[in-house]
């Protein structure tokens, strides 16, 4: 199982930018899909972007156009840099890895980050 730790959560204010990122202990180019997830207080877990392994990435609409999703294999590194935040962002985010990716999020979530809280006041 792939260990993955996230880094580069913190306090914002809207507008501003943060860059998630996701350190994994394997390579990063077997996995076919990785992806972010976050979860605010009293909401369901959201996808809210993926990557496969060919480097097809796809959003979920709320961050369309804001978020964006990499990921170096060299490095076996998740990226998701996040501009023009807006209050409803803040959230606890996650990455992920997966055997497959569909819509903004990865399917079969075989491991799981502990997680980074991204805080944007408005």
């Known amino acids: 199982q792939v260990q993955l730790v996230e880094s580069g959560g913190g306090s914002v204010q809207a507008g501003g930018s943060l860059r998630l990122s996701c350190a994994a202990s394997?390579?990063?180019?077997?996995?076919?899909?990785m992806g972010w997830f976050r979860r605010a207080p009293g909401k369901e877990r959201q996808g809210v972007a993926a990557i496969g392994r060919d480097g097809g990435t796809s959003y979920a609409d709320s961050v369309k156009g804001r978020f964006l999703i990499s990921k170096d294999n060299a490095k076996n590194t998740l990226y998701l840099q996040m501009n023009s935040l807006k209050y409803e962002d803040s959230a606890m985010y996650y990455c992920?890895?997966?055997?497959?990716?569909?819509?903004?999020?990865?399917?079969?979530?075989?491991?799981w980050g502990q997680g980074t809280q991204v805080t944007v006041s408005s």
């Open positions: 992920a890895t997966g055997k497959a990716r569909s819509g903004a999020a990865c399917l079969a979530v075989t491991s």
């Open positions: 394997a390579y990063l180019y077997s996995s076919d899909c």
